[in-house]
């Protein structure tokens, strides 16, 4: 195996250096274009744009999210990372996460659309029934803002943040 040794790489055109080394660590000036799969390691970080702070890239990501219509047969519009969902009744809605989270400690958010009519209010909230949430699965509940009544939602979107196994 051979081994080169640079302090700088500059392209044929131009007279800005490309890529800088200091020991195992490189720095590229200007843009980075990547085609095919690339991988992010969990320690890349970002800087704010104004340049005071640093967040994790990886652990800001949002790990599932998810769209359904959950009137009549309940359906997915859309989703990510989510395997399968299951009616469980009057707006409960069983959601398996298809790569589980790292553990039951994660964060999930939602919101609901309307429910029979337009006028019709409904709200999104996450239940401990059935022993959800774990690091599999969790449950949306959709009531109504008026009565407080488990309602079947037309429009209820999902999404989990934290760790991933």
Not at 16 to 22: A, K, N, R
Not at 107 to 117: D, F, I, P, W
């Amino acid at each position: 195996m051979s081994t080169i040794k640079v302090d700088k790489l500059q392209g044929t055109s131009g007279a800005v250096t490309g890529l800088t080394f200091s020991g195992a660590n490189g720095t590229f000036g200007g843009t980075l274009a990547v085609t095919g799969v690339h991988t992010v390691g969990t320690n890349a970080v970002a800087t704010s744009e104004g340049g005071a702070a640093t967040t994790s890239v990886v652990q800001g990501l949002a790990k599932s999210w998810l769209s359904i219509n959950g009137t009549g047969t309940i359906a997915v519009r859309a989703s990510f990372n989510i395997s399968s969902i299951t009616d469980q009744g009057v707006g409960l809605t069983d959601v398996a996460i298809g790569n589980n989270m790292s553990s039951a400690e994660y964060s999930l958010s939602g919101a609901s659309g309307t429910v029979h009519t337009v006028t019709d209010n409904c709200r999104l909230g996450f239940s401990t029934e059935a022993g959800t949430p774990t690091a599999a699965t969790y449950r949306a509940i959709t009531r109504e803002a008026n009565d407080d009544q488990n309602r079947d939602a037309n429009y209820s979107y999902t999404q989990a943040f934290g760790s991933l196994a």
